[in-house]
């Protein structure tokens, strides 16, 4: 897991609610990303960002929000817009000059 | 679109034996591919990535090939062990330049002791 940190490990939201799941790295690295898994569907892209202040969507992210203020935080905002939210969140990272991702411990969200 | 298939059937083999993992691709020519594990409830770790002119990559038990004119890649793990049981994704760069990568579906493997 490297220097990434996802909390909480496991969330639960209520309908109707927004939650916010966070992601903090220490990689120094510039390239931040959110994706969601579920069962047997492998890893989609919700949002990535390459740099501080910008972010752009990926194939999944509606009912999703994002932002960038820092280098070192990409927190994902799950809103009352997003209709089956249950999966396993991971946040990964990309060095500008490498070419591998880096994936964070996850977090799992669960609808009551 | 940009499509990538992976064994959605779990591998099971024996301990000892060699396993090999497929992975195919439709509609892009990326210029390289990564493999990656992952355990359960855990998020994927690295483990090789082969550029679109190299024809195999090896890492310990491990090796890559990539087939471009197929659009395929192979990933074996030679002398297998429980430990390596996990699942192995693989993932395509998808667009050059902004480190946006698709991955496939992932596939199961058991190495029964």
């Known amino acids: 897991d490297g220097g990434i940190t996802q909390s909480p490990k496991y969330l639960f939201r209520k309908e109707g609610q927004n939650v916010t799941l966070s992601c903090e790295q220490n990689l120094n690295h510039d390239a931040m990303y959110w994706y969601r898994q579920d069962p047997g569907q492998g890893l989609r892209l919700i949002y990535y960002?390459?740099?501080?202040?910008?972010?752009q969507k990926g194939d999944i992210a509606e009912g999703y929000s994002v932002s960038r203020e820092k280098k070192e935080s990409f927190p994902l905002t799950v809103t009352s817009a997003q209709k089956n939210p249950t999966a396993f969140y991971l946040c990964a990272t990309h060095p500008t000059s490498g070419k591998t991702q880096y994936f964070g411990p996850g977090t799992r969200l669960l609808v009551l | 679109s940009q499509k990538i298939e992976q064994n959605s059937e779990a591998l099971n083999i024996q301990e000892g034996k060699t396993a090999t993992l497929t992975c195919n691709y439709t509609n892009y020519s990326p210029a390289y591919l990564q493999w990656y594990r992952q355990d359960p409830g855990r998020g994927p770790v690295f483990l090789l990535l082969?550029?679109?002119?190299?024809k195999e990559k090896r890492k310990e038990r491990l090796k890559v090939t990539f087939d471009t004119t197929l659009k395929q890649s192979l990933f074996h793990i030679t002398a297998s062990q429980p430990a390596d049981s996990a699942t192995y994704l693989c993932a395509l760069d998808i667009t050059s330049g902004t480190y946006k990568y698709i991955f496939g579906t992932g596939t199961r493997l058991k190495v029964l002791a």
């Open positions: 082969i550029r679109e002119n190299e």
């Open positions: 960002s390459q740099i501080v202040n910008d972010f």
